[in-house]
T-cell receptor
Framework: DGGITQSPKYLFRKEGQNVTLSCEQN?????MYWYRQDPGQGLRLIYY???????QKGDIAEGYSVSREKKESFPLTVTSAQKNPTAFYLC???????????????FGPGTRLTVL | SQQGEEDPQALSIQEGENATMNCSYKTSINNLQWYRQNSGRGLVHLILIRSNEREKHSGRLRVTLDTSKKSSSLLITASRAADTASYFC????????????FGSGTRLSIRP
């Protein structure tokens, strides 16, 4: 899992609540990513950030929000607008050399979110 | 829609045998990467092959890329119990320099 930590490992949310997932990296990487993984499926990109104070929507950004105030941190908030948030959430980082098409992504251990 | 599609979806082999997984994709790519995911964990990068490369080796792993057929294969030789995991291919595309797209994965089980 490299130098990326995610917390908590398990998270339970009541309907209507916002919850925030933490992602921290000490690899000095510029770029960070959030993915969602549903059972038996691949990863889908939620948001990504290539530099501090800037981020871009991925393929499934609706119902999620992010911030990138520090290079080391890229928290993801799952809002009440996300109707089906139960999933495994993975954070990744990458040394910025032209984007993820040219380099390796390092993943955190993931957070499993369950809606009660 | 997913760019990379792995085949087979699940594979069970005897320890010591070779395991071959395939990945097909639809659009032009910059490179193709293979990742491994143990159950309930994050992904671990295995190998990256660029669009101008045809074959790459790393230990017991061998990856091939055929851009004319838009396909790649991952071969794991002399499989071990520790190889039990899901394996994903991920493609980086010319059309989007900031994203890679993951397939749905192959679940590999190694029988002792």
């Amino acid at each position: 899992d490299g130098g990326i930590t995610q917390s908590p490992k398990y998270l339970f949310r009541k309907e209507g609540q916002n919850v925030t997932l933490s992602c921290e990296q000490n690899l000095n990487h510029d770029a960070m990513y959030w993915y969602r993984q549903d059972p038996g499926q691949g990863l889908r990109l939620i948001y990504y950030s290539q530099i501090v104070n800037d981020f871009q929507k991925g393929d499934i950004a609706e119902g999620y929000s992010v911030s990138r105030e520090k290079k080391e941190s890229f928290p993801l908030t799952v809002t009440s607008a996300q109707k089906n948030p139960t999933a495994f959430y993975l954070c990744a980082s990458q040394r910025q050399r032209g984007g993820p098409t040219t380099d390796t992504q390092y993943f955190g251990p993931g957070t499993r979110l369950t809606v009660l | 829609s997913q760019q990379g599609e792995e085949d087979p979806q699940a594979l069970s082999i005897q320890e010591g045998e070779n395991a071959t997984m395939n990945c097909s994709y639809k659009t032009s790519i910059n490179n193709l990467q293979w990742y491994r995911q143990n159950s309930g964990r994050g992904l671990v990068h295995l190998i990256l092959i660029r669009s101008n490369e045809r074959e790459k080796h790393s230990g017991r792993l061998r990856v091939t890329l055929d851009t004319s057929k838009k396909s790649s294969s991952l071969l794991i030789t002399a499989s071990r119990a520790a190889d039990t995991a899901s394996y994903f291919c991920a493609t980086g595309q010319y059309s989007s320099a900031s994203k890679i797209i993951f397939g749905s994965g192959t679940r590999l089980s190694i029988r002792p």
